[in-house]
């Protein structure tokens, strides 16, 4: 997780090919393309199982997390309304390019997937949380679905980790706790100004709080 002293590999470069290290992707193995051909698929399947009346259980996020835990991975790819789909493909393919092209597709994936996941946990279990709490007016959330948390994510990364961003770094010496600070603030910003009603906030400040924080320790950083 530390910061490395290689230099960021270039977009469309394959680090380690003369090396044997594992390559970043191309453009002919794409995880972009590979996630886009997942969304459809299961966007799909969920029209079918909404004429079944099983989506709910098979692809959304909701309390109690054990009745239906599957939804943990599933939700991160399932989406609302074909607006929500659009929404999200267009984002995916702007922000997750630029780190797909300089990482694996293992670790893409991966790395899509945890922060999805985290993201939509943690909407439903603080909105539950804060819920509670007689002095706090928040609604606990009922369901969450969707890409918008891992997508978040791939563009905190991608702030924290492009070569300005490096570069700044490695002429100041900025301790921990500020940038976690500097980091925090941006976070609850980008929240902000992304608000909607029906938007899962939580999940979306969860998502680019974790992307910030990974790209500055670059964990997608092929070696």
């Known amino acids: 997780m530390a910061d490395r002293s290689h230099s960021r590999p270039r977009i469309g470069t394959r680090p380690g090919a003369q090396s044997g290290a594992k390559t970043a992707t191309d453009g002919s193995s794409s995880p972009i393309f590979e996630l886009l051909v997942v969304f459809v698929a299961v966007f799909v399947i969920q029209q079918v199982t909404v004429l079944l009346g099983v989506m709910a259980g098979l692809f959304v996020l909701a309390p109690p997390l054990t009745t239906n835990p599957w939804t943990i991975v599933t939700s991160v790819y399932a989406h609302g309304s074909v607006g929500h789909l659009l929404s999200n493909s267009l984002a995916l ?26 993201a939509g946990l943690s909407q439903i279990v603080l909105t539950n949380v804060a819920a509670s709490v007689p002095l706090l007016a928040v609604a606990a959330t009922g369901g969450v679905l969707g890409a918008s948390g891992a997508v978040f994510a791939l563009l905190g990364y991608l702030v924290a980790s492009n070569r300005l961003s490096a570069g700044v770094a490695s002429f100041v010496d900025v301790p921990q706790w500020l940038a976690a600070l500097v980091f925090l603030v941006l976070a609850v910003a980008v929240t902000v100004a992304t608000a909607a009603p029906g938007v899962a906030l939580l999940a979306h400040f969860t998502g680019f709080f974790i992307g910030l924080l990974a790209g500055r320790a670059r964990v997608l950083h092929v070696t």
Not at 94 to 111: K, L, Q, S
């Open 93 to 118: 393919i702007v922000f997750g390019w630029p780190v797909a092209r300089a990482t694996t597709r293992v670790r893409f994936h991966t790395f899509f997937l945890v922060t999805g996941a985290i």
